[in-house]
């Protein structure tokens, strides 16, 4: 059974660790995407590492969840709150493009978009816009 630990303290192996202090580095450096930077209080900021999935990333006191991409970048870890769909931006909109977001998601996906992505997927959001 997998568990989330809260604290750098709590982080026992070396590799976790070392992810750790890379993360806080990132933050330290202002290494986050336009999209974590809108959505992520960096003031609120502790880490966290999850035993099942050996991610460890970043939450703010609203929940908001910022981890490295893999681009050199901490960016926003999105969970979509009806049907559990998560990941980075860019994996939920190729869910979208290939019908695995629900119509009950919809809305809370497309506040996470910018104005070039909200014309780029005007299609499937077209009963949300105004």
């Given at each position: 059974?997998?568990?989330?630990?809260?604290?750098?303290?709590?982080?026992?192996?070396?590799?976790?660790?070392?992810?750790?202090?890379?993360?806080?580095?990132?933050?330290?450096?202002?290494?986050?995407?336009?999209?974590?930077?809108?959505?992520?209080?960096?003031?609120?900021?502790?880490?966290?590492?999850?035993?099942?999935?050996?991610?460890?990333?970043?939450?703010?006191?609203?929940?908001?969840?910022?981890?490295?991409?893999?681009?050199?970048?901490?960016?926003?870890?999105?969970?979509?709150?009806?049907?559990?769909?998560?990941?980075?931006?860019?994996?939920?909109?190729?869910?979208?493009?290939?019908?695995?977001?629900?119509?009950?998601?919809?809305?809370?996906?497309?506040?996470?978009?910018?104005?070039?992505?909200?014309?780029k997927y005007k299609k499937y959001?077209?009963?949300?816009?105004?």
């Open positions: 059974m997998s568990e989330v630990l809260k604290g750098l303290g709590n982080i026992e192996c070396n590799r976790e660790r070392e992810l750790a202090l890379k993360t806080f580095k990132m933050l330290y450096d202002g290494s986050l995407t336009d999209l974590a930077g809108r959505f992520f209080d960096v003031k609120t900021a502790d880490i966290y590492f999850n035993t099942g999935s050996g991610n460890v990333f970043l939450s703010d006191e609203d929940f908001n969840v910022i981890m490295d991409n893999g681009e050199g970048k901490l960016d926003l870890f999105i969970s979509l709150s009806y049907n559990g769909h998560e990941g980075f931006l860019e994996d939920l909109l190729f869910d979208l493009e290939n019908g695995n977001v629900g119509e009950e998601d919809l809305g809370q996906l497309y506040n996470y978009l910018n104005e070039k992505q909200k014309k959001f077209k009963n949300i816009e105004k």
